[in-house]
T-cell receptor, first 109, second 114 residues
Framework: EDQVTQSPEALRLQEGESSSLNCSYTVSGLRGLFWYRQDPGKGPEFLFTLYSAGEEKEKERLKATLTKKESFLHITAPKPEDSATYLCAATDSWGKLQFGAGTQVVVTP | DGGITQSPKYLFRKEGQNVTLSCEQNLNHDAMYWYRQDPGQGLRLIYYSQIVNDFQKGDIAEGYSVSREKKESFPLTVTSAQKNPTAFYLC?????????????FGQGTRLTVV
């Protein structure tokens, strides 16, 4: 059965304290790995797509990487406005788009 | 403006009633999805559809039904068989057939059973 598992469930950071979020997946025929940011009461906002192992994408303080079994979202020198829930999702050959449970990140000044 | 629209934003249902949540997109996307989100949790897949007149069950389809009569529309009915329907419901769409692209989300419908 396909699974997407994120860790940790929650992360509390001081402003400027870098850290990484993990997304491990067991998806047959992976065709894409996605990272989203979600603020309370809103729909998820797209961040990155990764298609193959070794690929990396970067945007401001965020960097996403992909291996054959997992993906990491690195947050470098976070600011309070980076506080959100970060979701990863995997899609297979049949079009199914499955999300992990998310990591809730709180960045304190 | 291109986008994906969910309505209503808030919905209240009495126990035993069926309710239908609307999802419309004008992005010309092939695939559409319905997710349920409970407080502090991730998105769980209810149903998805890649083409008109075809759809597949997700991980938690029991108590829900969908239709895909038009490419732009993918309504979700929460039936009285769904025992715990209070949740935040999200609809998404994307292109899928070639390189699968990211999904775009609506702003959600918050359903409360009263």
């Amino acid at each position: 059965e396909d699974q997407v598992t994120q860790s940790p469930e929650a992360l509390r950071l001081q402003e400027g304290e870098s850290s990484s979020l993990n997304c491990s997946y067991t998806v047959s025929g992976l065709r894409g790995l996605f990272w989203y940011r979600q603020d309370p009461g809103k729909g998820p906002e797209f961040l990155f797509t990764l298609y193959s192992a070794g690929e990396e994408k970067e945007k401001e303080r965020l960097k996403a990487t992909l291996t054959k079994k997992e993906s990491f979202l690195h947050i470098t020198a976070p600011k309070p406005e980076d506080s959100a829930t970060y979701l990863c999702a995997a899609t297979d050959s049949w079009g199914k788009l499955q999300f992990g449970a998310g990591t809730q990140v709180v960045v304190t000044p | 403006d291109g986008g994906i629209t969910q309505s209503p934003k808030y919905l209240f249902r009495k126990e035993g009633q069926n309710v239908t949540l609307s999802c419309e997109q004008n992005l010309n996307h092939d695939a559409m999805y319905w997710y349920r989100q409970d407080p502090g949790q991730g998105l769980r897949l209810i149903y998805y559809s890649q083409i008109v007149n075809d759809f597949q069950k997700g991980d938690i389809a029991e108590g829900y039904s969908v239709s895909r009569e038009k490419k732009e529309s993918f309504p979700l009915t929460v039936t009285s068989a769904q025992k715990n329907p209070t949740a935040f419901y999200l609809c998404a769409s994307r292109n899928y057939r070639e390189d699968p692209t990211e999904a775009f989300f609506g702003q959600g419908t918050r359903l409360t059973v009263v």
